[in-house]
């Protein structure tokens, strides 16, 4: 058995349903100590985080994770317990396999592997894991990040160990994320009985006009990076179950995913202009999801991307696809920020799972990296 496979069991052996670390991160500290890591924990309601450093100096190339894992849901519908990591026919099960316990066995193995053979490298060498990246993720990465943020401290390479690969190991580096902006919109109508229309303002048939505006409504042509930005509702809930009686508001809940193109300042505008327009008496609500981010083709990226080479023999394709990750926390403090790990065709599913054959060439591509940023 490999080291990372070994360390990657042992993590996975640990019931870390967010936000709960289960003690993944002292398991992680007790690799890490005899290297000279220095060590900070950060708690916050219930969520444990990680900041561990090695060296004073620059550049900072940073490994990004965390330990929590999704609740495993229907226990019988597993062909093996999750939380007892199961080897079937070369492939490893369990609950975080992919998502992303095996991608943090690789970053402390790599990192040992690294500092075994280039014990005088230059710059620092980091670690940000937090328990909190499943739930709400209010009290995980961000807060490490405003943490170094007020004293000064930067990174300056990050690798977020997300599972970023479609069909094979290596075929794709996420350099970027959309942003995500929802809106809560209540439309005022004046309720009434449905039989008299001069009464009532149906707030549905209101809103109607200006939704069609809104879908039709081309925000921004995207850039060379990403697709247009994409405006869609989830949810409308208007009447009171009476099928003769006209509400008195009706209320809809839309999400942006917004390229660089937009910010979170225009789209906002743009909404408002287009509901005053078609003269809705209305409130609005907005919460951000989280902000996009790019680290356009560079050092990190052109890096990654000939380990990958070198390891699989593929060239990855670089993608900003997918939802959000804590790469949108980590690029306030951090100029470069990709992600990459393995598989995600089984993540959050039942029987999670990983390749075995994939687990060292994954650590071999964090150590190449490594090498060729800081040896």
Known sequence: MSNTLELAKD?????????????????IQSRLARLDFVFETLE???????????????PVVCFAGHTDVVPPGPLDQWLSDPFTPTIRDGVLYGRGASDMKTSIAAFVTSIESFLAKHPNHKGSIALLITSDEEGVATDGTVKVVEMLAARGE???????????????????????????????????????????????RNPIHQAAPAIAEMAATVWDEGNGYFPPTSWQISNIHGGTGATNVVPGEVEIRFNFRHSTASTKES???????????????????????????????????DRISEAIREVTGISPDVSTTGGTSDGRFIADICPQVIEFGPMNASIHKLNENIPVADIEPLKAIYLKTLEKLLA
């Open 11 to 27: 993590l996975i052996s640990r019931k870390s349903s967010t936000p709960d670390d289960a003690g993944c991160q002292e398991l």
């Open 44 to 58: 916050s309601n219930g969520v444990t985080n990680l900041w561990a450093r090695k060296g004073t100096g620059s």
């Open 267 to 301: 789209l906002i505008e743009r909404t408002h202009a287009i509901l005053k327009k078609h003269g809705l008496e209305y409130d609005l609500v907005w919460e951000e999801g989280g902000k996009p981010y790019l680290t356009p083709k560079g050092d990190l990226v």
């Open 154 to 200: 930067n990174i300056d390479y990050c690798i977020v160990g997300e599972p970023t690969c479609v069909s094979r190991l290596g075929d794709t580096i996420k350099n970027g994320r959309r942003g995500s902006l929802s809106g809560k919109l209540t439309v005022k109508g004046i309720q009434g009985h449905i039989a008299y229309p001069h009464l009532v």
